[in-house]
């Protein structure tokens, strides 16, 4: 993610308010987003986050529905499960009467629901009246459009904008428009039936005249356009039937357990990750987090696929079709980009079309190359579909090439990164806020650096996916892979490892100097395997202890560190991606006390967290009882390697792998938690067989039951 917490980072985005604070509602469907209040309102004088965003434009900065007497009052609001639809419960407050002693507060009832499809943001309002006489108000929609682009909403300023144009105004309708600096024309058509009375530039007035217990239904419906885009005209009962069925290809296994709050995390993830995907011509892709990074990165949809691969290998498939079609093929100094060199996030914005920002195809993540193999080498592992494996062979190999060339920029053998262009990320791994590496007395790391994670990622690229080298008929670079896998091991261990503190730097300075600090990062060589067996166990037990984990979760940097900052985005946080990368790398092992202990934390965490919904991080202070853990003011909610996190930190509990190539499921040392003793998985596929599983906890294992197999599978199970 772009860094948001450091003064004089031009990517800042600033916690003016909190999202905690806010209580936002968020919804989202492909390109189009909108963060609403709790009455289904946009207020931009409460929060800047909140508005209808389409294609990274803020195309409605105001949505208000009042009487004109006043505000309505909330009586209640919630997302439904499957984040379709936001359900707003209203009622009046007093009206004028000629009773005195009537001042009929109460008596109107407004449901409301909002939900998005394609480009459009539909609300119906049913209003039903509850006194004992008629009553006649006026329903007014306020509305406004200021067309500001999303890193000037995250608090980047701008010198010059486009122009606003002249409001159109029609029966029941108004059109908004700008006209861009990047040469698009951008418009938001707001219509209301029935046809108001009275229409202005930034407000409709709709008569509502009820007898005593009759009803009345207002609709609205925003519409967003992009350029000369053409979009069909979707009509809500269509889009309401089309948003129950979204995510149907990422929800084919089914997760049951004897613990009905664990359900409810698992369910919201699930939940999540349907609304989070989009489809591109390459197929679906998780868009990262609403609502700063509502678009494509590479390294977040990468991290996506591994955790939900074994039940969802759809997303691999559509993030490892995307991320080939959009490598790089040259050297770019403004974004960042080398041959080779994976994706780290593409944008539609104006301010990114302009070039205002690098981001509209930026390369600039220095892990992003070699995770995109490891995902590959997984995928194959996973599904054995050897088409797409060929089809991408050339993109892996000029990967391969990218690791062994331009990444290796001193010729030392290791990884390094350092920006091409003063306007890119100054810290290229995922804790890329600008303060995030450093040394022990504090002082920052000079480039280029070489992050402790990323050669384990490029260790594991190489060694797995020699394994796909040798099934596509390449034996010789299947051996030569396997060689540079293992001499990168040795040369690893004896470059990071630190002695002192138990646990690999997390990088190498510009001068080969380790970055002695506690860290969160070389747990990720626990995931890769390319830790040491000793120095494996002792991270493991580093992990554990109450300087690393808060009771929620593993922290960034442990405790006492120089730039400990439990509130800060990468110095003492707790991110849930990362620790299911750390408790994955434990998947095979017969001791998974670490895996239960971030099960159980990030578990807990749900419990208290609004819609038991992890996001993108929260902060790391030790759990106190009785009390939710501390939000981070301005973190994404949802987010999708947070959703995904669940789904991979169950496995590695399982000791589970999947392998269709050999038409087994592999348990390893399976374990269940004390708060899910019974665990049940329906409908996981393997190649063309499918099977049901039941899984019971006995002590320190867990037994399984076929409850039903179809076609050719084995179950491996290993205690």
């Known amino acids: 993610m772009l860094d948001i917490i450091e003064v004089g980072n031009q990517y800042y985005v600033r916690a003016q308010s909190s999202f905690a604070d806010n209580q936002t509602r968020s919804l989202m469907s492909g390109d189009i987003f909108a963060v609403f209040d709790r009455r289904g309102d946009f207020q931009r004088m409460v929060s800047t986050e909140q508005g209808l965003f389409y294609k990274e434009m803020r195309h409605l900065s105001r949505l208000v529905l009042r009487l004109e007497e006043g505000a309505l009052l909330l009586l209640s609001s919630s997302v439904r499960l499957d984040n379709a639809i936001l359900a707003v419960d209203l009622m009046n407050g007093e009206l004028q009467s000629s009773d005195q002693n009537d001042p009929r507060a109460g008596t109107l009832h407004f449901y409301r ?57 029609g029966d029941g309708a108004v059109t908004l428009g700008y006209w861009g600096l990047d040469g698009l024309r951008r418009e938001t058509h ?70 009905e709050q664990f359900n409810d995390w698992v369910n919201r993830s699930l939940a999540d990750l349907k609304m989070l995907i989009a489809p ?49 093929t040259e050297v770019d100094r403004d ?63 000029n990967a391969l090439n990218w690791i062994d060339h331009y990444g290796d920029r001193d010729g030392d053998g290791f990884v390094e990164y350092g920006r091409f262009t003063s306007s890119g990320l100054l810290q290229q791994g995922w804790k890329d806020s600008q303060d995030s590496i450093f040394h022990a007395d504090g002082t920052m790391a000079s480039g280029p650096i070489a992050l402790c994670e990323v050669q384990a990622y490029v260790y594991a690229a190489k060694r797995e996916i020699a394994d796909v080298a040798e099934a596509l008929g390449q034996s010789g670079k299947a051996g030569q892979l396997r060689q540079a896998a293992s001499s990168l091991r040795k040369r690893f261990d004896e470059a990071f490892w630190c002695e002192e503190i138990s646990t690999y730097a997390i990088a190498l300075d510009g001068d080969k100097k380790q970055c002695q600090v506690r860290n969160s990062n070389a747990g990720h060589t626990l995931f890769t395997g390319i830790a040491l ?42 991110w849930p991606h990362d620790n299911a990368l750390i408790a994955y790398g434990l998947t095979e092992e017969k001791n998974k006390g670490l895996v239960g202990q971030v099960l159980t934390g990030l578990f807990d965490a749900s419990i208290f967290l609004d819609s038991h ?40 509990c399982l000791g589970m792998q999947v392998r269709a190539m050999d038409r087994v499921i592999r348990f390893v040392h399976p374990m269940l938690p004390e708060s899910v ?41 290993i205690k």
């Open 335 to 397: 974004q960042d980009a080398e041959p080779g060199k994976i994706l780290h996030e593409a944008r539609q914005s104006e301010m990114a079309r302009t070039g205002e920002v690098p981001f509209r195809r930026y390369y600039g993540s220095v892990d992003s190359t070699p995770l995109f193999i490891l995902l590959a080498a997984a995928y194959f592992k996973r599904t054995g579909d050897q088409d797409l494996l060929a089809r991408i062979w050339p993109n892996i190999e």
């Open 190 to 259: 707001v219509e209301v039936r029935p046809i108001p009375v009275a229409v202005t530039s930034n407000q409709m007035r709709v008569p509502i005249r009820l007898a005593p217990g009759e009803e009345s239904l207002i609709t609205v419906r925003v519409q967003c356009k992009s350029g000369e885009e053409t979009i069909g005209f979707t009509s809500e009962r269509d889009a309401v039937g089309q948003l129950s069925n979204r995510g149907g290809e990422i929800s084919k296994v089914d997760i049951y357990t004897s613990n």
């Open 113 to 169: 629901t909002n939900f998005l499809w394609e480009n459009s943001c539909f609300q119906r309002i049913e209003v039903r009246n509850y006194a004992v006489e008629a009553i006649s108000v006026d329903l007014i929609l306020e509305f406004e459009a200021d067309f500001a682009d999303i890193f000037e909403v995250r608090g980047h300023g701008r010198q010059k904008r486009g122009q606003l144009l002249e409001p159109r105004l």
């Open 280 to 328: 591109t011509a390459k197929g679906i892709y998780p868009y990262a987090g609403v609502p700063w990074f509502s678009t494509i990165f590479g390294r977040d949809g990468i991290i996506t696929g591994l955790q939900c691969l074994w039940a969802c290998p759809e997303i691999a498939e559509g993030v490892l079709s995307y991320l080939a079609s959009t490598q790089a």
């Open 533 to 574: 067996p000793d120095h494996a166990e002792r991270i493991i037990a580093e992990m554990g202890s109450e300087r690393y984990f808060s009771g929620w979760g593993i922290r960034t940097i442990a405790m006492g560190e120089v730039r400990y900052n439990p509130m800060s985005y990468h110095n003492g946080s707790v």
């Open 677 to 717: 003793p019974y665990l049940r998985i329906r409908g996981l596929e393997v190649g063309f067989a499918q099977v049901d599983l039941e899984l019971t906890k006995h002590h320190d294992t867990a037994s399984i039951v076929i409850a039903r197999r179809s076609g050719d599978v084995q179950i491996v199970t």
């Open 613 to 652: 919904r992890l996001p993108e991080l929260f902060c790391g202070f030790s759990q106190r009882p009785g009390k939710a853990p501390t939000l981070y003011p301005v973190a994404c909610a949802p987010q999708a390697w947070s959703a995904g996190a669940v789904f991979m930190i169950l496995q590695a």
